[in-house]
Nanobody, 117 residues
Framework: DVRLVESGGGLAQAGGSLTLACVVS????????VAWFRQAPGKEREEVSC????????YYADFVKGRFTISRDNGKNTMTLQMNNLKPEDTAVYYC??????????WGQGTQVIVSS
């Protein structure tokens, strides 16, 4: 069975930091691009960041550029999202994702991030 398990969510003040992590099992982790998505109440799920591999292409949504950093450790089957200078609008449930063209997408259950103003 495929499992993606997020951790690290919680409460932060505006301007603060949180680090999210996702541990992946059940797939050949290094064969997949991995990404972070988020969904705020009443809004559509949106992509935050994606990394193809440890030394490869990285994508950041405009609303997190300069504040968030994505990374992956293929030896530990783990991906992280370092979030700095948090804003109240970053409040959302954050989901990790593993994907490969032509293959099913795999999702974690999400971890809640709340940023107070």
């Amino acid at each position: 069975d495929v499992r993606l398990v997020e951790s690290g969510g919680g409460l932060a003040q505006a301007g603060g930091s949180l680090t999210l992590a996702c541990v992946v099992s059940g797939i050949t982790f290094y064969d997949y691009a991995v990404a972070w998505f988020r969904q705020a109440p009443g809004k559509e799920r949106e992509e935050v960041s994606c990394i193809v591999n440890e030394d490869g292409t990285i994508y950041y949504a405009d609303f997190v550029k300069g504040r968030f950093t994505i990374s992956r450790d293929n030896g530990k089957n783990t991906m992280t999202l370092q979030m700095n200078n948090l804003k109240p609008e970053d409040t959302a449930v954050y989901y990790c994702n593993a994907n490969r063209m032509g293959r099913p997408n795999y999702w974690g259950q999400g971890t809640q991030v709340i940023v107070s103003s």
